[in-house]
Structures are given as C-alpha cells and as structure tokens.
C-alpha cells in the first residue's frame, strides 16, 4: 500500500512550493520527521492495539523508513545521503538559533 508515500511526498511538495527558501524546506522536512517518529512511539506506548495497527499501516516510522521501505542499492544511499545532509543543516540552523537568544 502506497499510502504512507503519498503523504509524504505530498507534504514535502506543499513545503516545497510554500516555502521558497532553502531553510524553510529544511525545518519543514525535520518536522515532518519529527512527527513520525512521534507518532510512531506514542502508537507504541499507549497501549491501545487499535491504534497502534492504524499508525503501522498508515504511516511510516520516519523518512528514512519509508525510503528503505521503497528503493534499494545506491539509490536509497544517495536519498538517504540527501536526508542526512538535510538535518546536519537542520542542527546547524536550530544551533545558530539557540545561540544567538542567549
């Protein structure tokens, strides 16, 4: 089932065309993450089975997951490379932040 990719994909792409800058895609991209992978731990520790089951099959543990659950060989390498890069800018970007309010 392709749901989870096309929720993704779709969020990405609103990110893309509504933000037109560089770091407003990045934070974008973190936080679509970071929901996930909230999501995907809180559908774990509730305890409520139905729950847990409509998480699992409708959405997918983080971004590196659903690429892992679609590509392999060096092309999965490369996106998940891209990925990488993305949250390195994402700590740098959240780094610069924290220290500049001080």
Known sequence: MY???VIVLVLIIIAF???RTFS???YAVAIIDIFLRLLYYISA???IPVFY???RRIFPESI???LDNYMNGILLTIFVWIYVGLMVVFLFYVTRAFIRKK
């Open 3 to 5: 749901l989870d990719l």
């Open 17 to 19: 065309c509504w933000f």
């Open 24 to 26: 407003k895609t990045v």
């Open 45 to 47: 520790n509730v305890g």
């Open 53 to 55: 089951n409509w998480v």
């Open 64 to 66: 590196p997951g659903l």
